[in-house]
């Protein structure tokens, strides 16, 4: 419709970059999936009823493997959905090939239950230990290539294209995947070894680093 001076209303602007909302979205909904399957994997025994008072306690102990097991990825999930989480806090865009790195991402998330049960399955098998590191290998790669991508084509926020900043990003997302990969090659010496690199990395990204501190920091500050 033609405004009362006669010309046509103008046209918004086009452009590629949108909000995260549905990225957000459909993330956390697979990662509420993957975190859900893994318990999956413990199945309560089924015992006899006559049996039940002998065997009962034997069967529970042989699903500690697969309590660690499970404990340990819904940890490293956890690692990596607020490593997620923290990443687009930062980035306020996207384009078409933000979307299929991010794709490429979850598709290594949703890959976890099938080499989780096998740890917990096979825990004593350098198989096990090298398909459990592997995906998450490439979920770490995959990261930080999302994390390179957006902060070298303009869709970091504003204020958040400090060489230093990124740099500290860059770092922070690799450690992991290096880490399994060193889990990957210690296998080859000792699986208990390769399964205490697991463990090494959850605590490293559990405590708070330097970066979660400024930005407490400067949170108490605003509110301030």
Request: charged fraction near 15%; proline fraction near 6%; glycine fraction near 4%.
């Amino acid at each position: 419709m033609p405004n009362e001076d006669n010309t046509l209303p103008r046209a918004k602007p086009v452009t590629d970059f949108h909000g995260n909302e549905r990225i957000v979205a459909l993330s956390d909904g697979v990662f509420a999936i993957v975190i859900t399957l893994l318990v999956l994997e413990i199945k309560v025994p089924e015992i006899p009823h006559d049996l039940v008072a002998k065997e009962l306690s034997h069967a529970v102990i042989e699903l500690v493997p697969k309590m660690i097991a499970h404990a340990i990825s819904f940890v490293v999930l956890g690692i990596y959905w607020i490593s997620h989480h923290n990443t687009f806090m930062h980035i306020k865009r996207h384009d078409r090939v933000l979307l299929w790195l991010n794709i490429l991402f979850l598709m290594c998330v949703a890959s976890m239950p099938f080499p989780t049960g096998l740890l917990s399955e096979y825990p004593n098998e350098r198989i096990s230990v090298i398909a459990y590191a592997l995906p998450l290998v490439f979920a770490g790669i995959s990261m930080d290539v999302m994390w390179w991508y957006a902060s070298t084509h303009n869709l970091l926020d504003e204020g958040k294209n400090d060489k230093n900043f990124i740099a500290f990003v860059h770092r922070r997302n690799l450690a992991a995947p290096i880490a399994y990969l060193l889990a990957i090659g210690t296998s080859f010496l000792s699986l208990t070894l390769a399964k205490f690199v697991f463990i090494f990395v959850a605590l490293y990204y559990i405590f708070p680093n330097p970066l979660d501190r400024k930005r407490h920091q400067l949170s108490r500050n605003l509110d301030q």
